[in-house]
C-alpha cells in the first residue's frame, strides 16, 4: 500500500522557497531545506530528484503566486501607461513591506554569480520575459492611444523599464528608501517618449 503524503508539494514548494530567498541557491544547503520542509532528504530527492530539481519548482512556485494574477490585473486596466506605474508602484510596496530586505528571488537569481542548471535559468529569463512583454504590450497600447510618440521604439522601452525592476529590487535591498525607490520608478515613467505636444507636460 502506498505511503501517503503528509505534506502536499505545494507546501513544500513554499517552504522551499523561503529558504532559498533567503540564502540564494548556493547558500542553501540540503539540510537547510530538510529543517525547513520538515522532509528528509530521500522524501525531498524522491520528488524533486535533487537540489536543483527543487530549486526550478520552487522558482515556478515563487513566480506563479506572486506574478501571474498581478500580470493578468493589470494587463486590463484602461490606462496602459497608468498600468505600468501600477505594476512599478506595487513593486515598491512589496519591497517596502518585506522586512528581511529578500528583493525577488527571481532577479536575485538573475544576478547570483552561481553556477545554475540550464533549466533554472530558462525559467528565471522565461518568467521576467513575461514582464517584459507585459511593458511591451502596454506600450504599444499606449502608441495606439496617442498617449506615446509613434516613433517610439517598443522594445527597447520595455527593456528599459524591465531594468527599472531590477533597480528598484536591487535598490530596496541595499536602502530600503521609499524616495529613492519611487525616484527610480519616476524617472523610467518620464523616460518615455511622449508625442510632441504633449512632452512638456511630464509624468502623471
Same mark, same amino acid.
Given at each position: 500500500m502506498p505511503r501517503v503524503r503528509t505534506l502536499s508539494d505545494e507546501t513544500v514548494l513554499q517552504r522551499a522557497v523561503g529558504v532559498f530567498w533567503q540564502n540564494g541557491y548556493?547558500?542553501?544547503?540540503? *539540510?537547510?531545506?530538510?529543517?525547513?520542509?520538515?522532509? &528528509? +532528504?530521500?522524501a525531498l530527492y524522491h520528488r524533486f530528484n535533487d537540489k536543483d530539481g527543487l530549486? /526550478? #519548482?520552487?522558482?515556478?512556485?515563487?513566480?506563479? $503566486?506572486?506574478?501571474v494574477e498581478r500580470l493578468a490585473r493589470l494587463s486590463v486596466v484602461a490606462d496602459?501607461?497608468?498600468? %505600468?506605474?501600477?505594476?512599478?508602484? #506595487?513593486l515598491i510596496a512589496m519591497s517596502l513591506a518585506d522586512p528581511h530586505h529578500r528583493g525577488c528571488l527571481l532577479v536575485n537569481t538573475a544576478l547570483d554569480g552561481a553556477a545554475m542548471s540550464g533549466e533554472a535559468r530558462e525559467v528565471? !529569463?522565461?518568467r521576467l520575459? #513575461? /514582464?517584459?512583454?507585459?511593458?511591451?504590450?502596454?506600450? $504599444?497600447?499606449? /502608441?495606439? &492611444?496617442?498617449?506615446?510618440?509613434?516613433?517610439?521604439? %517598443?522594445?527597447? @522601452?520595455?527593456t528599459a523599464l524591465?531594468? +527599472?525592476?531590477?533597480? %528598484? !529590487? /536591487?535598490?530596496?535591498?541595499?536602502?530600503? @528608501?521609499?524616495? *529613492?525607490?519611487?525616484?527610480? &520608478?519616476?524617472?523610467? %515613467? +518620464?523616460s518615455l517618449p511622449r508625442p510632441p505636444q504633449s512632452k512638456s507636460k511630464g509624468p502623471r
Amino acid at each position: 500500500m502506498p505511503r501517503v503524503r503528509t505534506l502536499s508539494d505545494e507546501t513544500v514548494l513554499q517552504r522551499a522557497v523561503g529558504v532559498f530567498w533567503q540564502n540564494g541557491y548556493a547558500g542553501t544547503s540540503l *539540510r537547510d531545506l530538510t529543517l525547513a520542509t520538515g522532509l &528528509s +532528504a530521500a522524501a525531498l530527492y524522491h520528488r524533486f530528484n535533487d537540489k536543483d530539481g527543487l530549486f /526550478v #519548482e520552487a522558482l515556478r512556485h515563487y513566480a506563479d $503566486e506572486g506574478l501571474v494574477e498581478r500580470l493578468a490585473r493589470l494587463s486590463v486596466v484602461a490606462d496602459p501607461l497608468g498600468a %505600468i506605474r501600477d505594476f512599478l508602484d #506595487e513593486l515598491i510596496a512589496m519591497s517596502l513591506a518585506d522586512p528581511h530586505h529578500r528583493g525577488c528571488l527571481l532577479v536575485n537569481t538573475a544576478l547570483d554569480g552561481a553556477a545554475m542548471s540550464g533549466e533554472a535559468r530558462e525559467v528565471v !529569463r522565461a518568467r521576467l520575459a #513575461e /514582464v517584459e512583454r507585459f511593458f511591451a504590450k502596454r506600450l $504599444e497600447r499606449a /502608441v495606439d &492611444s496617442g498617449a506615446l510618440d509613434p516613433t517610439a521604439d %517598443i522594445a527597447a @522601452n520595455a527593456t528599459a523599464l524591465l531594468g +527599472a525592476v531590477f533597480a %528598484i !529590487r /536591487v535598490m530596496a535591498r541595499l536602502d530600503p @528608501n521609499p524616495k *529613492r525607490l519611487r525616484a527610480l &520608478s519616476d524617472h523610467a %515613467i +518620464a523616460s518615455l517618449p511622449r508625442p510632441p505636444q504633449s512632452k512638456s507636460k511630464g509624468p502623471r
